[in-house]
C-alpha cells in the first residue's frame, strides 16, 4: 500500500526443542558428587582439606543418600563456589572444570552465543557439559588407578564413551557409559577427612 511504513516480516516464535537427553536429579547429582569427592582426595591438600569444603560435600553425601537430589545439588553448588575463591589453592585440570566463580552481572547481548537459535544454545551446552564429563572421568579414573582404586572394569567404559561422543547422536549412549563408570567409583572411593579450620589473616595493625 502506497504511503505505508516499511516493516520486516514478522517472525515467527521458535518452537520449543526437546532436550538432547533426559537427565533426573539423581544423575545429575552424581555426575558432580563422583569428581567432587575426588577432588578433595588429591594430594593438592596434603591429605587434610579444609572443614569449610568437606561440609558442604558431606552435606551433598548425606542428602544423595536420603534421596534428597535437590539438596545435594545445592550442597554442591555452595562447594563449587568456594572452591573458585583465592584463599584456596588452585585446582589441577579437569578438578578445575568443578570451580564457579560468581561474576557480575553482564547484558544479554554481551553473550557470544546470544543470537544463536534456543535448540542450538543446547546443543552447544550440552557438548560442553559431556566433553567435561568426559574429562572429569578420565582424572577421576586416573587418580583411582594410581591410589589402588580397582577400575578394571570402568576403564573399558572409558573408552567407550568418547567413541559414542565422536557420533553425532551419540550423547545418550556416551551417558550411559559415564554414568556407569560414576556409578561404579561411587562406592569404591575413600571418604575425605577435613583438617583443622583455616587461621584468619591477621589485619597489619594487629600484626
Keep these: ?54 561440609g558442604p560435600f558431606q552435606k551433598a553425601e548425606a542428602a544423595f543418600a536420603q534421596g534428597d537430589f535437590a539438596a545435594a545439588l545445592t550442597a554442591l553448588d555452595l562447594l563449587s563456589v568456594r572452591f573458585a575463591e583465592p584463599r ?26 546470544h543470537a544463536l537459535p534456543a535448540s542450538e544454545k543446547d546443543a552447544k551446552k550440552a557438548r560442553k557439559t559431556a566433553d567435561e564429563q568426559l574429562a572429569l572421568a578420565r582424572g577421576c579414573l586416573a587418580w583411582a588407578a594410581a591410589h589402588s582404586v580397582s577400575t578394571t572394569d570402568l576403564a573399558p567404559r572409558l573408552e567407550t564413551a568418547a567413541a559414542h561422543l565422536a557420533e553425532p547422536e551419540g550423547l545418550m549412549p556416551f551417558y550411559a557409559e559415564i554414568d556407569a563408570i560414576w556409578t561404579g567409583l561411587h562406592g569404591r572411593l575413600p571418604t575425605p577427612k577435613s583438617g583443622a579450620a583455616p587461621t584468619p589473616a591477621a589485619h597489619p595493625e594487629e600484626a
Design 1 to 54: 500500500m502506497p504511503g505505508a511504513p516499511n516493516r520486516p516480516p514478522e517472525k515467527a516464535p521458535e518452537a520449543p526443542t526437546a532436550p538432547p537427553f533426559h537427565e533426573t536429579p539423581g544423575q545429575k547429582a552424581l555426575r558432580r558428587l563422583v569428581p567432587t569427592r575426588v577432588a578433595l582426595l588429591l594430594d593438592t591438600w596434603k591429605g587434610a582439606p579444609s572443614p569449610e569444603l568437606v
Design 88 to 113: 584456596w589453592t588452585t585446582l589441577p585440570e579437569p578438578f578445575r572444570l568443578l570451580r564457579v566463580a560468581i561474576f557480575a552481572p553482564m547484558p544479554p547481548s554481551w553473550d557470544p552465543d
